[in-house]
């Protein structure tokens, strides 16, 4: 049997249950507060493939993403959506990325370009998310000093680029 096949139609059998009891009134089941835990499970279905088949590291992005996205649901659906603009929750929608590069960079392959994506994407939504606070001036004068400590940066690391001597070692006299 295939295990497609096995997860699929034991999901539906679930699914057909709930929708059955909520009829006869043996258990309260609304799809309006059910459905965050369906984004969570698929979610959790990308990163058990991913477990299953470790070469296949794209599954890691969407699991994390629709596990991240499923949990802002759930608790919006019983928190209150108002919560989503009042605390800048939509925030998660920056870091839900962020956290899938960091996963493909800590599980796939290990490039650079990953992380700095990961950071950057963890940061902003940090940044958006915490900004409900009221953090007055220092929360201005953090970015623009990160923001003139990576121009810095960069400019040193080329200004030493273009002082290293540099030989001819491939050229015949």
Do not use: H
Request: glycine share 12%; aromatic share 20%.
């Amino acid at each position: 049997m295939d295990s497609k096949s096995l997860i699929g139609g034991t999901f539906f059998i679930l699914l057909g249950v709930l929708f059955l009891g909520d009829n006869f009134g043996w258990i309260e089941f609304s799809m309006a507060t059910f459905w965050p835990w369906l984004v969570v499970l698929v979610g959790v279905f990308f990163l058990l493939g991913w477990f299953r088949n470790r070469s296949e590291t794209g599954l890691l992005m969407a699991g994390t993403i629709f596990s991240v996205y499923g949990l802002l649901f759930l608790y919006c659906s019983n928190y209150g959506w108002w919560q989503m603009g009042a605390y800048n929750l939509w925030a998660f929608f920056i870091i839900g990325p962020g956290l899938g590069f960091l996963m493909l960079y800590l599980f796939g392959e290990q490039e650079g370009s990953l992380l700095y994506t990961a950071v950057f994407l963890i940061g902003l939504g940090t940044l958006f998310l915490m900004s409900f606070l009221n953090f007055g001036y220092f929360l201005p004068l953090l970015m623009i000093a990160i923001g003139l400590w990576m121009i810095i940066k960069n400019r040193r690391a080329a200004d030493n680029a273009s002082q290293t001597p540099t030989t001819d070692a491939g050229r015949e006299s």
